[in-house]
């Protein structure tokens, strides 16, 4: 089966009004570029803010406020799947916290699923936890008309059990969402661990990133075998994507490495 994707590589400001205008142009800029199926867009898309956790965390709408009503929008009027990062208001009034959250959408418009992110980034000096509630649950895959697609956000790539948590619910295709910090070897491990979750599970992997000042943008799509479909390096830009899905029968019947793991020696993953 073969259905193409586009990631869409950008700086979000802290306004998410904005960041829905940029959203419009660069569906219909992917829409003229390669005519997608399915569009992703990174972690948090909705807004980036620098300032401190109280104002930046203010940005926070729920699922049924007008930025989700505008990428509803959008999709039913490109008829296209969608899949964006955003932060969530949580339950609790008192609680300073948002849900780091992914939504999918189909091409009517209609909310297939959301996610919040449960491995927070509490690492490189930095406390994701101290902002964002962490979820308490996995992604459910979505059966869709380009295959089966897992999901999971950006840190959660360094947790090898999230990525097979996926493979064991029959996931082909994982999308990982992420605003990938800039530093010191974070780009090769950006590269060596979005490979590796490919590989050891024999799935697509399609990482998009924010670029910025601070983001490094370098989103890339790889194959079951690891090898690079596209990538983004620099710049905000949409990188299409094309996969072929019976690509999956043919490395699953050369590797078959899910098949002959040992479950019994280390669980049912």
């Known amino acids: 089966m073969k259905s193409k994707f586009a990631m869409i590589q950008m700086e979000s400001v802290p306004d998410p009004a904005e960041n829905l205008k940029k959203a419009e142009m660069f569906i219909r800029e992917a829409a003229e570029l390669c005519a997608p199926d399915l569009v992703v867009f990174p972690e948090t898309f909705m807004s980036e803010d620098g300032r401190e956790v109280r104002v930046r965390n203010a940005w926070a709408q729920s699922l049924d406020g007008p930025f989700v009503a505008g990428m509803r929008k959008l999709a039913r009027e490109q008829g296209v799947w969608i899949v964006f990062g955003m932060k969530e208001k949580v339950e609790d009034p008192e609680d300073l916290r948002v849900y780091n959250t992914v939504v999918m959408l189909d091409a009517e418009g209609s909310i297939v699923r959301t996610y919040h992110k449960t491995h927070l980034y509490d690492a490189f000096g930095y406390l994701e936890s101290e902002e964002i509630k962490a979820g308490d ?6 059966d869709t008309p380009f295959g089966r697609i897992g999901l999971f956000v950006c840190y959660e790539v360094r947790f090898p059990e999230v990525a097979r948590d996926q493979r064991a619910k029959g996931a082909e295709i ?10 010191d070897m974070k780009s090769m491990h950006f590269e060596t661990l979005v490979k590796a979750r490919a590989i050891e ?10 670029y910025s000042k ?21 710049g905000e830009k949409v990188i299409p994507v094309f996969i072929d899905t019976d690509r999956l029968a ?20």
């Open 201 to 210: 599970n024999t799935v697509f992997m399609i990482a998009c990133d924010q």
């Open 250 to 269: 043919q490395v699953r019947k050369k590797v078959p490495s899910y098949e002959n793991r040992k479950a019994e020696m280390y669980g049912s993953l």
């Open 174 to 183: 994982i999308i990982m969402p992420t605003a990938w910090v800039k530093g």
């Open 214 to 234: 601070i983001r490094m943008g370098e989103s890339i799509a790889v194959d079951p075998m690891g090898v690079t479909l596209a990538s983004g390096g620099e």
């Open 137 to 142: 649950a996995f992604f459910e895959p979505v």
